[in-house]
T-cell receptor, first 112, second 114 residues
Framework: AQSVSQHNHHVILSEAASLELGCNYS??????LFWYVQYPGQHLQLLLK??????LVKGIKGFEAEFIKSKFSFNLRKPSVQWSDTAEYFC??????????FGGGTRLMVKP | KAGVTQTPRYLIKTRGQQVTLSCSPI?????VSWYQQTPGQGLQFLFE???????NKGNFPGRFSGRQFSNSRSEMNVSTLELGDSALYLC?????????????FGQGTRLTVV
């Protein structure tokens, strides 16, 4: 069975700091990769996705992620975070059908 | 375009009771998946329906069941509720099934079992 690991459970940053959240998955075949964000009291929203092609994908709100197949990684980055980025971030993998396997999530707090 | 709608938003039930949660997918979407979100276990896949057929099922006991109607709306049912079933239940809809599709999530139903 595939699994997804997010190594940072809690991250605290000051505004304007750079962000990198790690995500590693275990499945060796073709996968789709996603980052979702859950703002307090809101539903899960898609930040970005990787299906194929350019391994550097850009999403909404200035986020980007890089797929490194050899490392089974899909790390999320943002050059300069804002207070409004405070949320929980989930990495997810889909290798068949529509079943998503999620990582444990990373709670990001951005101090103003 | 309306998003994924889940009803009710909040529920309080007593141990041993059963509960039915409803999900209306985005118009035109034919795949509906259900997830359980808890602080301890995170987001876990329950099951997926497409064209009224269950395609995948997660590792949950048989007390958890679901169905999908011809209009793609879906319901999930939990029988003989246990305290550990307290969770946020999320529904996601997708246009089709397979790789290269993305899931859109609803607000969830917060179930509390007392």
């Amino acid at each position: 069975a595939q699994s997804v690991s997010q190594h940072n459970h809690h991250v605290i940053l000051s505004e304007a700091a750079s962000l990198e959240l790690g995500c590693n998955y275990s499945y060796g075949g073709t996968v789709n990769l996603f980052w979702y964000v859950q703002y307090p009291g809101q539903h899960l929203q898609l930040l970005l996705k990787y299906f194929s092609g350019d391994p550097l994908v850009k999403g909404i709100k200035g986020f980007e992620a890089e797929f490194i197949k050899s490392k089974f990684s899909f790390n999320l980055r943002k050059p300069s975070v804002q207070w409004s980025d405070t949320a929980e971030y989930f990495c997810a993998v889909n290798n068949a059908g529509n079943m998503l396997t999620f990582g444990g999530g990373t709670r990001l707090m951005v101090k103003p | 375009k309306a998003g994924v709608t889940q009803t009710p938003r909040y529920l309080i039930k007593t141990r041993g009771q059963q509960v039915t949660l409803s999900c209306s997918p985005i118009s035109g979407h034919r795949s509906v998946s259900w997830y359980q979100q808890t602080p301890g276990q995170g987001l876990q896949f329950l099951f997926e329906y497409f064209s009224e057929t269950q395609r995948n099922k997660g590792n949950f006991p048989g007390r958890f069941s679901g169905r999908q109607f011809s209009n793609s709306r879906s319901e999930m049912n939990v029988s003989t509720l246990e305290l550990g079933d307290s969770a946020l239940y999320l529904c996601a809809s997708s246009l089709v099934v397979g790789l290269n599709t993305e899931a859109f999530f609803g607000q969830g139903t917060r179930l509390t079992v007392v």
